[in-house]
C-alpha cells in the first residue's frame, strides 16, 4: 500500500480540517478530554513509522483522528447527531420512546 499523500502534495484548501490537515490542526479542535488519547496515538504512529519506515499507518491514524476532529468541532451539532444515533440504536420493544428522548432537556 502506498502512503496516502507526501509533502509534495498540498492539504485540500478550505477547512482546516480538511484531507491533509496537520496534527497540531488536528490536536486543536479535538475535545480536551481526548487530546491525551490522540497525543498517544499520534507518538505509537510516530514511533512505528520511524521503526518500520512505512508512513502508511501514521497517515491513517492522522485521517481517523481528522475525522474524529471534525465530528466533534461543533459540540451542538455532535449532540444531535449522538442523540439522533443513540435513538436509532435502542428504539426496540421495551425502550423508552423516541419521543420521550427527544423531550430530555439539554444537558
Known amino acids: 500500500m502506498k502512503a496516502m499523500y507526501s509533502?509534495?502534495?498540498?492539504?485540500?484548501?478550505?477547512?482546516?480540517?480538511?484531507?491533509?490537515?496537520?496534527?497540531?490542526?488536528?490536536?486543536?479542535?479535538?475535545?480536551?478530554?481526548?487530546?491525551?488519547?490522540?497525543?498517544?496515538a499520534y507518538a505509537q504512529a510516530l514511533d512505528d513509522a520511524k521503526a518500520s519506515g512505512d508512513l502508511v499507518e501514521l497517515f491513517t491514524t492522522l485521517d481517523r483522528w481528522r475525522r474524529v476532529a471534525a465530528l466533534t468541532s461543533d459540540p451542538e451539532?455532535?449532540?444531535?447527531?449522538?442523540?439522533?444515533?443513540?435513538?436509532?440504536?435502542?428504539?426496540?420493544?421495551?425502550?423508552?420512546p423516541v419521543a420521550a428522548t427527544q423531550a430530555l432537556p439539554d444537558r
Open 77 to 96: 451539532v455532535f449532540r444531535r447527531v449522538a442523540l439522533r444515533a443513540a435513538m436509532r440504536q435502542t428504539a426496540g420493544p421495551g425502550d423508552e
Open 7 to 40: 509533502v509534495d502534495e498540498q492539504p485540500v484548501p478550505g477547512h482546516p480540517l480538511a484531507k491533509g490537515a496537520s496534527p497540531a490542526a488536528i490536536r486543536v479542535v479535538l475535545a480536551p478530554e481526548d487530546r491525551a488519547e490522540f497525543d498517544a
